[in-house]
């Protein structure tokens, strides 16, 4: 059983630049929530996705949009990149919401 | 009062000892308090986790003690082996985790 996956491993981007992150979940889970880490800090909470909706989002610009698809994987997009937004972006899922959360290895993304 | 204070923010023990990291908490809607462990490179990994009714958990090494009217919750690591260094998160749930800064534990020979 695969655990939660998640494309790319490693990107590079520029700022002012657009990207997109990929999750899918464990199998059998569908609920998936994003977490942006900064080198040395805790993940924080970027936003929720259950049943193709945005359930929860954290303190985040609107930049940073999500979205979930029919089979319970999810997407995270970045829009008009800063420098600051470069860090380890996670994906976790869980079963259903406010079950226990597995995470994958996590997309670094380095804005330069 | 959604944040979780973690320390220390590193350790060093040596092998066989003890390792014992600390949270506190202030929002008491936290339903659910998880420990992780996170390797270089690699995401974080659920250890072991406490609800709020219970006092200690135990699992193999690891045990969390939780303390409800003080709203802290900590970390024990038993017979410490070199394989623990890593970094551990607490973290607390409400709807979404909430996540500590993090303990870098360094277990040496």
């Known amino acids: 059983d695969a655990g939660v996956t998640q494309s790319p491993t490693h990107l590079i981007k520029t700022r002012g630049q657009q990207v997109t992150l990929r999750c899918s979940p464990k199998?059998?889970?569908?609920?998936v929530s994003w977490y942006q880490q900064a080198l040395g800090q805790g993940p924080q909470f970027i936003f929720q996705?259950?049943?193709?909706?945005?359930?929860q989002r954290g303190n985040f610009p609107d930049r940073f949009s999500g979205h979930q698809f029919p089979n319970y994987s999810s997407e995270l997009n970045v829009n008009a990149l800063l420098l600051g937004d470069s860090a380890l972006y996670l994906c976790?899922?869980?079963?259903?919401?406010?079950?226990?959360?597995?995470f994958g290895q996590g997309t670094r993304l380095t804005v330069v | 009062q959604q944040q979780v204070k973690q320390s220390p923010q590193s350790l060093i023990v040596q092998k066989g000892g003890i390792s014992i990291i600390n949270c506190a908490y202030e929002?008491?809607?936290?339903?659910?308090f998880p420990w992780y462990q996170q390797f270089p490179g690699k995401g974080p990994a659920l250890l072991i986790a406490?609800?709020?009714?219970?006092s200690e958990k135990k699992e193999g090494r690891f045990t969390i003690s939780f303390n409800k009217s003080a709203k802290q919750f900590s970390l024990h690591i038993m017979y410490s082996q070199p394989g623990d260094s890593a970094t551990y998160f607490c973290?607390?749930?409400?709807?979404?985790?909430?996540f500590g800064t993090g303990t870098r534990l360094t277990i040496i020979p």
């Open positions: 996705y259950y049943e193709e909706e945005e359930r």
């Open positions: 973290a607390a749930r409400n709807e979404k985790l909430t």
């Open positions: 199998s059998g889970h569908d609920t």
């Open positions: 929002n008491t809607a936290f339903d659910y």
């Open positions: 976790a899922s869980s079963l259903v919401p406010n079950t226990e959360a597995f």
């Open positions: 406490i609800r709020p009714d219970v």
